[in-house]
């Protein structure tokens, strides 16, 4: 069914000044209720601090200053002081909820019993019924809950006030509405009269009929609608084509600002990583030249030295891949990992440095499994690891522990090295930075290895935190998400 461009602007226009008004109307009120509320709020808060301030001060001045034996013996003058005092009507509780200003406790609701129940745990809690707030409060001595006031407050000025608004708005609307709807109808129309007139137009030259009338507005409709839309459509089209080049530029900038950044940390982080096997093959090499005979010794050596030319294959292969890739960012294979036997790995490919330097180490290790890169998990390991032999003392020891804990999977490695100053602990994550530069160079370390174990944990979402340090030793923890198969599959 056609209907007419007049009645859908006039439907149109009456809709939209009646859901501005409703609008309106509801804001202001919705703010105006706010406003009340927030005031009565804040009111009652001032009057729930000062019934503590008063209640101290009373108690102080007793000769008896047990606030229990002080509630149960004068707790109805207090209570008649305080209604003085904030012009409300006040009841008091212990904290066995019973009251204490009234010579019969009255019967209360449900409602009104549970307030009570929230009030009594320490917290603050209000319960509004018909025009009557319940404020109830916590009556404190220190830390300490000893009772519970209640402010009788009455809100009939609030909803007196509330309704007059209300009503106000009503009438006033209702004519602002009529008002606006005839004005604006009036100017609308003139719109609807001449596209009908052009609609008109077109019916005529579809019947055949070419010859058509010339509209008398200075706006030009007939003439300039289709040119306009045609216009417009280029412009479109020519903004667009614009927006998308310059869209590219600024993506080709960004990729090349973060190609030059990738390409300064890949350098370093090779560098570090590479080191960490070869570290670990030559601390083998020099118990093999310390200790020739020892059979045992060897067959480890060999065993572990070969994990770590492997590993150092790998790495190479990752390289060379991402070098034909141009890209300077580690590829992720996350999979499901039990970290007891990925720890027992890493510890038995650092036994010979850890022999070298009489380091003994205690474990205490359990089942647990996370989703995780595995080389990056290694590399996160052998870095913290790595440090505990470096930076402990001679014949020292080293602690590793795992645990399950509200979703997380922690690893705990204690030594009892040399600790880390409190004033350089904010640094300890940067890259290059190393606590000890003797030590570093003793032990080519570069700085590099706290930095990497952290970016390389956050990319696998997990975190490193230094839990605590001293001249004692230092302990990291190392959280990583437990393995969640519903997430995984999801």
């Known amino acids: 069914m056609r209907i007419s461009i007049k009645i859908k602007f006039s439907i149109f226009l009456a809709a939209l000044l009646l859901l501005t008004v409703f609008v309106l109307s509801l804001l202001v009120l919705e703010g105006i209720k706010q406003n009340q509320q927030a005031e009565v709020e804040q009111y009652l808060a001032q009057q729930a601090t000062t019934a503590n301030v008063y209640f101290i001060q009373t108690l102080m001045a007793e000769s008896n200053k047990v606030p229990q034996t002080f509630l149960a013996s004068k707790g109805k003058e207090f209570a008649g002081q305080l209604e003085l005092i904030s012009g409300q009507s006040v009841v008091l509780y212990d904290q066995q909820g019973t009251v204490m200003n009234k010579d019969r406790s009255p019967a209360i609701s449900d409602s009104m019993k549970k307030t009570l129940a929230f009030a009594l745990n320490n917290k603050t809690a209000y319960l509004t019924a018909k025009d009557s707030l319940f404020y109830m409060t916590p009556l404190r001595t220190g830390n300490e809950q000893v009772g519970v006031v209640q402010f009788n407050y009455s809100l009939s000025k609030n909803l007196a006030f509330y309704n007059q608004i209300k009503q106000m708005f009503i009438y006033i609307g209702t004519g602002v509405f009529l008002l606006s709807f005839i004005l604006a109808y009036f100017y609308f129309n ?161 036994k010979g440095k850890m022999d070298k330097f009489g380091i003994q180490l205690e474990t205490d290790l359990t089942e647990a499994y996370v989703e995780a890169d595995k080389d990056i998990l290694t590399i996160v390991l052998v870095n913290l690891m790595d440090n505990a032999i470096k930076y402990n003392k001679a014949q020292g020891h080293i602690f590793v522990k795992n645990d399950v804990k509200n979703g997380l999977v922690t690893i705990e490695i204690a030594d009892t090295g040399i600790g880390i100053p409190e004033e350089v602990v904010h640094k300890i994550f940067d890259p290059f930075y190393t606590v000890d530069r003797n030590r570093s160079r003793e032990n080519g370390g570069a700085g590099l290895g706290l930095s990497l174990a952290k970016q390389y944990a956050e990319t696998q979402g997990g975190s490193i935190a230094l839990v605590s340090t001293d001249a004692a030793g230092t302990v990291f923890r190392i959280s990583f998400p437990t393995y969640n198969p519903v997430e995984t599959s999801a």
């Open 190 to 350: 003139a719109f609807a009269s001449g596209i009908i007139r052009l609609n008109q137009s077109v019916g005529r030259i579809r019947e055949g009929h070419f010859k058509t009338e010339t509209l008398s507005r200075k706006d030009e409709i007939g003439e300039l609608s289709k040119g306009i839309r045609e216009m417009s459509e280029q412009m479109m089209r020519t903004m667009r084509d614009k927006d998308q080049e310059r869209e590219k530029l600024t993506l080709a900038v960004h990729k090349l600002s973060l190609l030059d950044q990738q390409q300064k940390q890949f350098i370093g982080n090779v560098t570090h990583e590479f080191k960490t096997p070869l570290t670990s093959i030559k601390a083998y090499i020099d118990l093999l030249d310390m200790y020739p005979d020892d059979e045992k010794l060897l067959e480890t050596a060999k065993i572990n030295i070969q994990s770590e030319t492997q590993r150092l294959y790998e790495m190479v292969e990752k390289v060379l891949q991402l070098a034909s890739l141009e890209k300077y960012d580690f590829e992720f294979n996350k999979e499901k990992i039990d970290v007891q036997p990925a720890i027992q790995s890493v510890l038995n490919s650092l």
